[in-house]
């Protein structure tokens, strides 16, 4: 059983940025992959990033490449998703996610674990 625990969101204006973090119990992190999601009002939880367990290797959906970056601190048992040059479409509730073994996840299906997620704004 993992827990997550997010933490870092909150308002920014656009242009600004913000770093999330994810904070997971137990002693078996390093072999998690961590993925990162985002929901907004009346719509599904979209990929964000992901971060596998080995390697490690990262990926992005389109809309954030060049602008997030995804890494991990296996001796915190913490994943990070720093966010630069924010927009307000980046708006969503933001949540960690955790699957163990897999080379990579982008589907929340795949995953088994998951956070209560933490809001993140971005509005003038």
């Known amino acids: 059983q993992v827990q997550l625990v997010e933490s870092g969101g909150g308002l920014v204006q656009p242009g600004g940025s913000l770093r999330l973090s994810c904070a997971a119990s137990?002693?078996?992190?390093?072999?998690?992959?961590m993925g990162w999601f985002r929901q907004t009002p009346g719509k599904e939880r979209d990929f964000v990033a992901v971060i596998s367990w080995n390697g490690p290797n990262t990926y992005y959906t389109d809309s954030v490449k060049g602008r997030f970056n995804i890494s991990r601190d296996n001796t915190k048992n913490t994943v990070y998703l720093q966010m630069n040059s924010l927009k307000p479409e980046d708006t969503a509730v933001y949540y960690c996610a955790a699957r163990q073994f897999i080379a990579r996840a982008f589907s929340q299906s795949e995953y088994h674990y998951w956070g209560q997620g933490t809001q993140v704004t971005v509005s003038s």
């Open positions: 137990g002693r078996t992190f390093s072999s998690y992959t």
